[in-house]
């Protein structure tokens, strides 16, 4: 059993930022990879960025260069920067664990952007 909890959302202007942290805790033994999700009203689920075991990272194209991911194996937590936020941005995000071949999910932070 994984639980993954994810905090730091909030509402912020367009051009602010905010981090977004995710705390994972239960039996964990090897991450495959570790991302965020979001999904806006009416869209389905999309992945913005995720991190391999290995470092390897991406990002979908309209978060590059604004977002970036991180995590702190110590501490059991995954991070997701985020700079120079838009309206289109706006969303509940969603931290996701792989492990084992199964995949685990928070229960989502809301994120608005407007002015």
């Known amino acids: 059993q994984v639980q993954l909890v994810e905090s730091g959302g909030g509402l912020v202007q367009p051009g602010g930022s905010l981090r977004l942290s995710c705390a994972a805790s239960?039996?964990?033994?090897?991450?495959?990879?570790m991302g965020w999700y979001r999904q806006a009203p009416g869209k389905q689920r999309e992945l913005v960025s995720r991190m391999t075991n290995t470092g390897s990272t991406n990002y979908i194209a309209s978060v590059r260069g604004r977002f970036t991911i991180s995590r702190d194996n110590a501490k059991g937590t995954a991070y997701l920067q985020m700079n120079n936020l838009k309206p289109e941005d706006t969303a509940v995000y969603y931290c996701?664990?792989?492990?084992?071949?199964?995949?685990?999910w928070g229960q989502g932070t809301q994120v608005t952007v407007s002015s």
């Open positions: 239960g039996i964990i033994f090897s991450i495959n990879a």
């Open positions: 996701n664990l792989e492990q084992d071949g199964r995949d685990y």
